[in-house]
């Protein structure tokens, strides 16, 4: 009963929260490969989040597209809790990048 809330729950949030992309990176393969491919990008960029200021401005734009396509995947496949559970992570990482860019000096 659990499981079945929490991806009810996982479902609407991808519904809800995740926007349409029209620009995000080019990946080809099935959607099992490109959630890879998102998820080890994303693990990438988010081991440079110490990082100085324009740096990590440079890349928020980089995860926040990555979170795109991620939940992108998600909503076509929409019964896979592990793709939902991937488009939350990958948002969160979003919010991450833009609160340690917004906190620095212009």
Do not use: H, W
Not at 45 to 57: A, I, L, M, P, R
Not at 87 to 103: G, L, P
Request: include cysteine.
């Amino acid at each position: 009963m659990t499981r079945l809330l929490f991806a009810s729950l996982a479902a609407a949030l991808v519904l809800l929260a995740c926007p349409k992309s029209t620009g995000g990176p080019n990946l080809g393969g099935s959607d099992e490969e490109k959630m890879d491919t998102l998820a080890a990008q994303l693990e990438e960029y988010g081991t440079k989040t110490n990082s100085e200021c324009s740096e990590t401005c440079a890349l928020k734009s980089k995860v926040c597209k990555l979170s795109e396509t991620a939940c992108e995947i998600a909503g076509r496949n929409a019964d896979r809790a592990d793709y939902q559970k991937r488009c939350v992570t990958a948002q969160e990482e979003c919010a991450r990048f833009n609160e340690a860019c917004s906190t620095c000096k212009k």
